[in-house]
């Protein structure tokens, strides 16, 4: 956002100095020019009176000696003919035979003043010639031509176009500086405010989060961040009843269970056999209970940690995978082969993966776990770990009877499961667990069907990094 900000301000200030800064360095170019033009004006006509007498006295003299003075003094050669083209007096190695020369001549005996048009600038270097009719009202006697000099007028509009930019790059700064100061003062809170937001989505105690957004801004965003205050207050106290339920229930259902299952264990040699099949189904309910409640607890804790890693962003965790989803592999070899399927990994190199090694062998775990319990009797179950662009991939595949269509959007919901596995033991939270421990690497769990049939589990990953 500051950069948004920053990026409109100084656009602003470009086109504001700009259309300061360029009509003024114009009219400054335009001025010192028609300076020039009127200094070099007088000169002519001053010249032009004394070739007016000239001619009318037939002396020359004084005319000859102002012409050469001037040009020793200021260095710019004059030419003054009569009326007949005749050259009267001539310095400074300028010459009326010139073809320039001649044409202004040509057009100063026809009464017309001579000035050179458009605007001097800092690079000019070309001399200008001017020409003036000698005479008065429609009677020429002669004509006067100079040729001026502009390199101490272009220094002088050099020197000027040097303090405009210079001033028009020191208000720049200055706005620039003013622009920054505004837009940190502006946008510092939001920065804190959103880390303190991202804290307390991760479930850190308020005060912590709240520590993080110092009063500061404008009044709306103090103003913001009291209100932010009050709701991080009640968001952790509801989370933290929340957490409180959860242990406390933990805790209060485990010993009841515990009890239970030991006073059931200690009935079994007092029934007799036609009892037999009610205790198997009163044991299995049990166990099934537990099962659930350590899900709900696993479930629990990844959600906490996904939340964690949120606000680190997952920094500093790198694994192999490879070695991890090998080691998993063949951890749940027996397994398999008692449920009468055949498991195998796909050799590769070596993928490193941003993930702890316990986080991603416990992903491993629950997508073993279902293939072997869901694939069903003689299925063939691979598993590969592999790279794509900026990704690490662990693959699951198997070839069972897989999900339909409609199915596939629905694994990882909580608590789900297809209807043609009722019968299998589970509690529908294990692919939540798992995506719930790949997003807080910032990962994600793709679910397709396998060809020709089968399922094919995906955990991207992104690729890791050793330092």
């Known amino acids: 956002m500051r950069t948004r900000v920053l990026t409109v301000v100084l656009a602003f200030v470009v086109l504001a100095v700009a259309g300061f800064a360029v009509p003024l360095l114009g009219v400054t170019a335009s001025q010192r020019t028609q300076q020039l033009l ?23 003299g004084a005319l000859a000696a102002e012409v050469t003075r001037y040009t020793e003094l200021y260095g710019e050669a004059v030419v003054v003919v009569d009326a007949r083209r005749v050259p009267v007096v001539q310095t400074g190695g300028l010459r009326a035979a010139d073809p320039a020369v001649a044409r202004l001549i040509d057009a100063a005996l026809r009464n017309q003043r001579v000035s050179p048009g458009g605007t001097l600038r800092p690079w000019s270097r070309r001399a200008e010639l001017l020409a003036r009719p000698a005479g008065t009202g429609t009677r020429v006697s002669g004509a006067v031509v100079l040729r001026a000099s502009v390199r101490a007028a272009a220094d002088d509009i050099t020197l000027r176009w040097a303090l405009v930019l210079a001033g028009a790059g020191l208000f720049a700064v200055a706005c620039v500086v003013l622009a920054r100061t505004a837009t940190r003062w502006v946008v510092r809170p939001l920065h804190r405010l959103d880390r303190a937001v991202a804290m307390l989505a991760a479930g850190l105690p308020a005060g912590i989060a709240a520590g993080h957004l110092q009063v500061g801004g404008p009044p709306e965003l103090r103003q913001l961040a009291t209100g932010f205050h009050r709701m991080a207050d009640a968001v952790t106290t509801a989370l933290e009843q929340q957490r ?3 242990a406390d229930t933990s805790h209060q259902l485990r010993n009841p269970l515990a009890a239970l299952r030991l006073r059931i264990d200690s009935l079994q040699s007092r029934l007799p056999a036609s009892a037999t099949r009610t205790y198997t189904g009163v044991t299995s309910e049990l166990e099934r209970m537990e099962e659930l409640l350590d899900d709900l607890l696993t479930l629990a804790n990844a959600e906490h940690r996904a939340g964690e890693l949120s606000v680190t962003a997952g920094r500093g965790a790198c694994c192999d995978a490879t070695a991890v989803v090998a080691a998993q592999c063949q951890w749940w070899q027996p397994v398999a082969e008692r449920a009468g399927a055949r498991l195998r990994f796909v050799p590769g190199p070596t993928v490193l993966t941003a993930c702890a090694d316990s986080e991603l062998a416990q992903v491993a775990d629950i997508l073993l776990d279902n293939a072997i319990k869901y694939a069903g009797n003689g299925a063939r179950i691979e598993t590969r770990c592999l790279t794509e662009g900026p990704d690490a991939v662990v693959e699951v595949r198997d070839d ?19 209807e043609r596995h009722r019968g299998v033991r589970g509690s529908g939270l294990g692919l939540a667990i798992a995506e719930q421990l790949v997003a807080g690497r910032g990962g994600r769990v793709e679910f397709a069907a396998a060809e020709p049939h089968g399922l094919r589990v995906r955990v991207v990953l992104p690729k890791g990094y050793e330092v």
Do not use: I, K, M, Y
């Open 38 to 60: 009127a200094a070099r004006s007088g000169d002519l006509d001053r010249f032009a009176a004394l070739a007016e007498q000239a001619a009318e006295s037939g002396d020359t």
């Open 400 to 418: 069972g009877p897989g999900l339909a269509p409609g199915e596939l959007t629905c694994a990882g919901t909580r608590f789900w499961r297809s």
């Open 244 to 246: 409180r339920l959860v």
